[in-house]
């Protein structure tokens, strides 16, 4: 086992550990939940091991080992996190998914849990995601979008029909840039209906409907029953399927103004993915109005945040880069030290990098003679696209993230 890396001075976790036999198990539960909280975490990974229990917080998008507990106790925060989910606490050979909620003592302040157990080799494992608040104010700016996506963005919006897509991979922000669209089109003018898996934040005044595969209710037949229901603004959570790719997309083309994610590595990529779901050419064309491709990386920590100039390594790995001369001029870049406030790391908190493309008459030409993402990521760029590649560095040239960690979240 590495040495821990989160830094811990009066740590509670560890003094209830401390009490050997007579461990609390509740109170264990709720330093630890407590502890992930302090720590920013978004996720608890509970890991049993041959000889422990690997506890480990996942911070600004990267998991850090936190703690080791001994493997006698395994079986009984399980059974614990069980009981909190509603779970049965009797079945530890498949799979189960629940959701609890944790009341901090003394702060007017809830963490919603979303948990998953799986029985693994060594016995079974837990993954707790933290469902905060903490982008309930959030603005396009505070995202990290560029005053030009943002006004491309903004007028996409403001049409009655069409898709805007928020593309990515896992943990890249997608849910949350869907989030501030749907609060900044909330009004009581407008019906705003979201079928999601899971609904991972609660909107005031706002529609939401949870997928439940057991009972039927897939993306697919749940966007069939929303259409009944008149609404103006319908998000999807995500377009898994050809079925689900299909309604969307007629639902953009007769009078509704539709919100959804996809899995592309890139803006580009969207266009021929929903071809290749088998939805025709000229369907495309007509109902996508932006494409947003986006990653998150993680922002100097403005406690340690020190200038220092490039080094031959830096210089050597843009070199490899296509976009090397988006830096040629910068001798001086910024790093965070390390210090207390962000746990040695150098980062604190985390930031988009995106692109945005507009589905203007070149682009929805180029759909409909099937051109490939590379050709519609060139017309793209001509007509004024910043690529994610171009936004990060010029979030580096800002100070706000290093080289090395645009480099670490877009493998080209």
């Known amino acids: 086992?590495?040495?821990?890396?989160?830094?811990?001075?009066?740590?509670?976790?560890?003094?209830?550990?401390?009490?050997?036999?007579?461990?609390?198990?509740?109170?264990?539960?709720?330093?630890?939940?407590?502890?992930?909280?302090?720590?920013?975490?978004?996720?608890?990974?509970?890991?049993?091991?041959?000889?422990?229990?690997?506890?480990?917080?996942?911070?600004?998008?990267?998991?850090?080992?936190?703690?080791?507990?001994?493997?006698?106790?395994?079986?009984?925060?399980?059974?614990?996190?069980?009981?909190?989910?509603?779970?049965?606490?009797?079945?530890?050979?498949?799979?189960?998914?629940?959701?609890?909620?944790?009341?901090?003592?003394?702060?007017?302040?809830?963490?919603?849990?979303?948990?998953?157990?799986?029985?693994?080799?060594?016995?079974?494992?837990?993954?707790?995601?933290?469902?905060?608040?903490?982008?309930?104010?959030?603005?396009?700016?505070?995202?990290?979008?560029?005053?030009?996506?943002?006004?491309?963005?903004?007028?996409?919006?403001?049409?009655?029909?069409?898709?805007?897509?928020?593309?990515?991979?896992?943990g890249s922000g997608k849910t949350t840039t869907m989030y501030t669209l749907i609060k900044m089109l909330n009004s009581p003018g407008v019906s705003i209906i979201t079928i999601e898996d899971p609904i991972e934040y609660a909107i005031d005044e706002v529609e939401q409907i949870q997928v439940n595969s057991r009972f039927g209710l897939t993306f697919a037949n749940g966007l069939r029953s929303i259409l009944r229901q008149d609404p103006n603004i319908i998000m999807v959570g995500e377009i898994r399927d050809a079925e689900t790719a299909s309604i969307a997309v007629n639902t953009a083309l007769t009078g509704h103004l539709l919100l959804s994610t996809l899995h592309t590595n890139d803006a580009a990529t969207t266009l021929p993915r929903l071809l290749d779901m088998g939805i025709e050419e000229y369907l495309v064309a007509s109902t996508v109005s932006i494409a947003i491709g986006q990653r998150l990386v993680r922002k100097i920590c403005k406690d340690c945040k020190e200038k220092k100039p490039m080094t031959h390594g830096m210089k050597e790995a843009l070199a490899q880069t296509p976009y090397a001369s988006l830096l040629a001029n910068n001798d001086f870049v910024y790093k965070g030290k390390g210090c207390e406030e962000c746990g040695g790391s150098g980062y604190r908190g985390r930031i988009c990098i995106n692109e945005v493309l507009v589905a203007d008459n070149e682009i929805k030409e180029a759909i409909l003679r099937r051109a490939s993402a590379n050709e519609i990521k060139k017309i793209a760029v001509k007509n004024g696209m910043t690529t994610m590649f171009e936004d990060g560095f010029q979030k580096v040239k800002n100070g706000l993230t290093t080289i090395e960690e645009v480099l670490r979240v877009i493998h080209e």
């Open 1 to 170: 086992m590495k040495e821990m890396t989160i830094k811990k001075k009066s740590d509670k976790v560890e003094e209830e550990l401390a009490r050997g036999a007579d461990v609390s198990i509740i109170n264990l539960i709720d330093q630890l939940i407590e502890k992930a909280d302090a720590s920013r975490a978004s996720d608890i990974h509970i890991d049993p091991l041959i000889e422990g229990v690997r506890i480990r917080f996942r911070i600004d998008g990267v998991l850090q080992d936190a703690y080791l507990f001994p493997k006698e106790i395994n079986n009984e925060i399980i059974s614990r996190i069980k009981i909190l989910s509603k779970l049965r606490s009797d079945e530890h050979q498949m799979t189960q998914d629940g959701r609890f909620r944790y009341v901090l003592p003394g702060e007017n302040k809830f963490i919603d849990f979303r948990v998953s157990i799986v029985p693994t080799y060594h016995g079974e494992n837990a993954v707790l995601r933290l469902l905060t608040d903490k982008n309930e104010e959030s603005t396009l700016e505070d995202l990290g979008f560029s005053e030009s996506d943002r006004k491309k963005i903004e007028n996409a919006i403001r049409k009655t029909n069409g898709m805007i897509l928020s593309t990515g991979p896992t």
